[in-house]
């Protein structure tokens, strides 16, 4: 009887790419990988510690694992606050991220008995794009195109689990592209910690790798591009820009959907975290941009593509230091860049960094109101966003299950989350649909059968 064994992803979509792959090498390695963790023997969980309460909920989760099963710890979390983890879970296995097929003899040592700690070199990793995965989505496949950054923000301390940048070749990456449209995924995300850097260790760059794998002649398939930092967005903007009109866009997306292009469609989707809307607060956090640089680069792929280009950035309040005068100026630039979806995050100080020893602190009832004040801000500009899409005609590829009973989300060529209920016997089809209501955080479609 095969060794049964349960593996959970949590963070961020280089994770979520992480775990599918420990599934995978384990699969291949003969042990039996089960949907739920009541029916495993080993329980492997690929963690995330990137903000405080992310890593209080991730040891809340461990230690509430099974004493009956063996445990191990993957992901950041290990690297970024060990002696908390040693401290508080029991554990039998300790990995760090981006391990690969060598998880397969980690779980065999730890089933003979043995405690294993294996976080040497983990900053260095890159398993070979080419093994074996089991996807949590059948139609979207998960591709990192490189591991680790080349920044020193401040507030950061995914670096310590990450390391510096170490790119995949070209090559490399539109091989596991083939592969992945033999085994009928329709959707590609391409992901890093910032994907602008792509390939600057190897003399390439993000642009010529979205042109290598959109011009693949094989069936149409879809392309969602990860974040991108705004310094070094803007090293390649230029040919970006061009890269996404050439290969994006309602038309090639409907065309696409109808079987009469084939190639990569690029989502008009860019993921651009600002952080911040002070310079003053941009240059504490070590960011190496201006406020002014982030607008250009939303101007010019707006100017480009137009007004449906989907926008999402990332701020954080409550940063030391941050006083309300600078917070007026993260509100007043979400007012006028308006972009469809802020993610607003409450400072936390992280172990290590550099914002973990800065001052002036600010107090967390204060942190908690500019949370509360950015987060309904972001909502009513997502609405308004949203609303303009009311009405609309087109195209949407159906690829995941909804939250609610007997729902399902697609997107447009946008990358428009749209919902629609009861019609999971589409699921990983183009349909065409109607916008009707608008929400906030997403469209509702009604389905056009002519």
Not at 192 to 220: F, H, M
Not at 388 to 393: D, I, L, M, S, T
Request: aromatic share 8%; glycine share 8%; hydrophobic share 40%.
């Amino acid at each position: 009887m095969h060794t049964k064994v349960f593996v959970i992803s949590f963070g961020c979509a280089s994770s979520l790419a992480d775990g599918n792959t420990l599934a995978g090498c384990l699969a291949k390695a003969g042990f039996e990988i089960v949907d739920e963790m009541d029916d495993a023997q080993v329980v492997i969980v690929n963690t995330c510690a990137v903000k405080g309460p992310t890593e209080n909920r991730m040891i809340s989760f461990l230690k509430k694992i099974p004493p009956g099963k063996k445990l191990v710890v993957a992901g950041c979390l290990p690297l970024i606050n060990f002696p908390r983890l040693k401290r508080e879970v029991r554990f039998d296995g300790v990995v760090g991220p981006a391990f690969g097929e060598r998880i397969a003899d980690v779980v065999k040592r730890v089933l003979e008995g043995k405690k294993v700690v294996e976080l040497s070199n983990a900053l260095k990793t890159k398993p070979r794009l080419d093994l074996p995965c089991i996807r949590q989505n059948r139609l979207v496949d998960v591709i990192p195109i490189a591991y680790g950054c080349l920044g020193e923000c401040a507030y950061c301390c995914v670096r310590f689990a990450r390391g510096k940048l170490r790119s995949y070749s070209i090559e490399e990456i539109v091989r596991r592209v083939k592969r992945s449209l033999n085994e009928k995924v329709k959707e590609i995300w391409l992901c890093s910690q910032d994907t602008a850097i792509y390939g600057w260790d190897l003399g390439v760059n993000l642009p010529k790798l979205l042109r290598e794998v959109c011009s693949l002649n094989l069936d149409g398939f879809l392309v969602r591009v990860g974040m991108m930092r705004p310094d070094h967005t803007l090293e390649i903007l230029d040919e970006l820009v061009e890269v996404y009109a050439e290969f994006g866009g309602e038309k090639r997306f409907s065309e696409i959907a109808e079987g009469k292009e084939r190639g990569g469609c690029l989502f008009w989707f860019l993921h651009l975290p600002v952080q911040s809307g002070d310079d003053n607060v941009l240059t504490r956090m070590k960011r190496c941009y201006t406020v002014s640089d982030f607008r250009r680069i939303v101007e010019v792929f707006r100017h480009k593509l137009g007004g449906s280009l989907c926008l999402a950035t990332d701020v954080i309040v409550g940063f030391p230091g941050e006083t309300e005068e600078a917070f007026k100026n993260t509100l007043r630039l979400i007012e006028e860049v308006k972009p469809d979806i802020v993610n607003v995050s409450k400072f936390f100080a992280r172990p290590r960094t550099e914002a973990e020893r800065m001052k002036p602190k600010i107090d967390n009832r204060t942190i908690k109101k500019r949370s509360k004040i950015a987060s309904e801000l972001a909502l009513k500009i997502g609405f308004e966003r949203n609303s303009h899409w009311q009405g609309w005609k087109g195209y949407m590829f159906l690829d995941e299950e909804g939250l609610k009973p007997n729902s399902q989300i697609g997107r447009n060529y946008a990358y428009k989350p749209i919902v629609m209920k009861n019609n999971s016997e589409n699921f990983g089809r183009f349909l065409k649909i109607k916008v009707g209501k608008t929400y906030s955080t997403y469209l509702e479609a009604i389905p056009l059968f002519s």
